[in-house]
C-alpha cells in the first residue's frame, strides 16, 4: 500500500515532442504529490507539485494532472527540450514526513 | 550559497571499514533525511531527524548510525561496510510538513560510495 508505480522506466522524445510520464498509488492517506527532476550527477531538485484539491497544476511546459479517483497523476512535458533530458521521480507523501518515491523514469530528448 | 551540502563527495572503501559522512544545511529547516539511491535509480528513505529527533528509521541494518548534532547536521556512520552498501547517499531537508501545506525537500549532491 505504501508503494507509487511509475511508468514507463524509460522515454525517449523528440525535441518539440510531448512527455508523458505516469505514476499510481493505493495509500488514500497520500496527500501531497510532488515530481522531482535528477540530472546525472546531481541530486533531485522539485520540478512541480500538486495537492488532490486539484485536478491539474501548470508551471511553465510542465503540467502535472491528478485523478483522486482513479488514484493516479502524470507529469506532462509540452515542447520537450534536450535540456529536460534527466531522470523524473514521482513521490507521494502524507504528513508523516516521509516520501514514497516512484522507481523514477529516464527521459531522454533527441535534439 | 550551497543548501544543502555532503562530504565526501566520493568514497572508496574496502570490506569491513568504518565510515561516515557529513551533511549540512544552511536553509534554517527543521527536518533533515538521508536517502539511499541503488544502481537502478530507486530512491529510498533511510532516516529522518526533525530538531535533532529520530523521526523515522526504515528498515536499515543496525550497521548504520545517523548522528544529528543540531538542527543543520546530520552525519551517517556506516559501521563493517559491505559490498551492497555500494550507492549513492543523497542527504536532504525540508521545513516541518504542515498539513495542507506540503513541504519541498532539497536534497544535497550526494555521496558515491563504492565498497571493494
Known amino acids: 500500500q505504501q508503494q507509487v508505480k511509475q511508468s514507463p522506466q524509460s522515454l525517449i522524445v523528440q525535441k518539440g515532442g510531448i512527455s508523458i510520464i505516469n505514476c499510481a498509488y493505493e495509500?488514500?492517506?497520500?496527500?501531497?504529490f510532488p515530481w522531482y527532476q535528477q540530472f546525472p550527477g546531481k541530486g533531485p531538485a522539485l520540478l512541480i507539485a500538486?495537492?488532490?484539491?486539484?485536478s491539474e497544476k501548470k508551471e511553465g511546459r510542465f503540467t502535472i494532472s491528478f485523478n483522486k479517483s482513479a488514484k493516479q497523476f502524470s507529469l506532462h512535458i509540452m515542447d520537450s527540450q534536450p535540456g529536460d533530458s534527466a531522470t523524473y521521480f514521482c513521490?507521494?507523501?502524507?504528513?508523516?514526513?516521509?516520501?514514497?518515491f516512484g522507481t523514477g523514469t529516464r527521459l531522454k530528448v533527441l535534439a | 550559497d550551497t543548501a544543502v551540502s555532503q562530504t565526501p563527495k566520493y568514497l572508496v572503501t574496502q570490506m569491513g571499514n568504518d565510515k561516515s559522512i557529513k551533511c549540512e544545511q544552511n536553509?534554517?529547516?527543521?527536518?533533515m533525511y538521508w536517502y539511499k539511491q541503488d544502481s537502478k535509480k530507486f530512491l529510498k528513505i533511510m532516516f529522518s531527524y526533525n530538531n535533532k529527533e529520530l523521526i523515522i528509521n526504515e528498515t536499515v541494518p543496525n550497521r548504520f548510525s545517523p548522528k544529528s548534532p543540531d538542527k543543520a547536521h546530520l552525519n551517517l556512520h556506516i559501521n563493517s561496510l559491505e559490498l551492497g552498501d555500494s550507492a549513492v547517499y543523497f542527504c536532504a531537508s525540508s521545513q516541518e510538513y504542515i498539513a495542507g501545506g506540503g513541504e519541498t525537500q532539497y536534497f544535497g549532491p550526494g555521496t558515491r560510495l563504492l565498497v571493494l
Open positions: 500538486i495537492r488532490p484539491d486539484v
Open positions: 536553509l534554517g529547516h527543521d527536518t
Open positions: 513521490a507521494a507523501g502524507d504528513g508523516t514526513y516521509k516520501y514514497i
Open positions: 495509500n488514500t492517506a497520500f496527500d501531497y
